[in-house]
T-cell receptor, first 118, second 112 residues
Framework: GAVVSQHPSRVICKSGTSVKIECRSL??????MFWYRQFPKQSLMLMAT?????????EQGVEKDKFLINHASLTLSTLTVTSAHPEDSSFYIC??????????????FGPGTRLTVT | KQEVTQIPAALSVPEGENLVLNCSFT??????LQWFRQDPGKGLTSLLL?????REQTSGRLNASLDKSSGRSTLYIAASQPGDSATYLC???????????FGPGTRLSVLP
């Protein structure tokens, strides 16, 4: 099946610094990638949708200047949390949606990245 | 706006029982519905994907049904095992899977 990887799996950073999280589709081309955030004991909330080569679409309440998303290729999207604060500590999960012929528009999820801001 | 709910929020059963997890959604114009499993502190494991034209999917001891008109899906787990303990999430996709809305999950504990 289709595989999506995320790197790093876990990161601790100091308040005020920036952190970049990578999401890669390993064996298929992902025209669209999605970034979710999950706070403890809560479900996943969509943060933004990114299409290769175009600007990301952010959900209401998500600061686009704080959460920078780049989808420069069909296999890689990055999420950069800028000027991180403790309240940004969360579990970030990406997913990738392939072309219709390859994966039938199914979303494949990465293993997640645990961000802790101290 | 699509809203997804899951009942029960938590469930504890003895090993060997058959059980049903419920998922409801408000907008029946869906493209697909997916059931996931999430272990504590881990990512998502896709269990079953049902396209809007399908009524059920089966994988091993798992069976998921979809009744689009009533806005419901159920996940049936047969002969539950302690290893099935996890949070089960359903997610509804519309617009060719572009928009994916997750339910809050059902936390399952299977006691040995």
């Amino acid at each position: 099946g289709a595989v999506v990887s995320q790197h790093p799996s876990r990161v601790i950073c100091k308040s005020g610094t920036s952190v970049k999280i990578e999401c890669r589709s390993l064996d298929f081309q992902a025209t669209t990638m999605f970034w979710y955030r999950q706070f403890p004991k809560q479900s996943l909330m969509l943060m933004a949708t990114s299409n290769e080569g175009s600007k990301a679409t952010y959900e209401q309440g998500v600061e686009k200047d704080k959460f920078l998303i780049n989808h420069a290729s069909l296999t890689l999207s990055t999420l950069t949390v800028t000027s991180a604060h403790p309240e940004d500590s969360s579990f970030y999960i990406c997913s990738a949606r392939g072309l219709a012929g390859r994966t039938g528009y199914e979303q494949y999820f990465g293993p997640g990245t645990r961000l802790t801001v101290t | 706006k699509q809203e997804v709910t899951q009942i029960p929020a938590a469930l504890s059963v003895p090993e060997g029982e058959n059980l049903v997890l419920n998922c409801s959604f408000t907008d029946s114009a869906i493209y697909n519905l997916q059931w996931f499993r999430q272990d504590p502190g881990k990512g998502l494991t896709s269990l079953l994907l049902i396209q809007s034209s399908q009524r059920e999917q089966t994988s091993g001891r798992l069976n998921a049904s979809l009744d689009k008109s009533s806005g419901r899906s159920t996940l049936y787990i047969a002969a539950s095992q302690p290893g099935d303990s996890a949070t089960y999430l359903c997610a509804v996709g519309d617009n060719y899977g572009q928009n994916f809305v997750f339910g809050p999950g059902t936390r399952l504990s299977v006691l040995p």
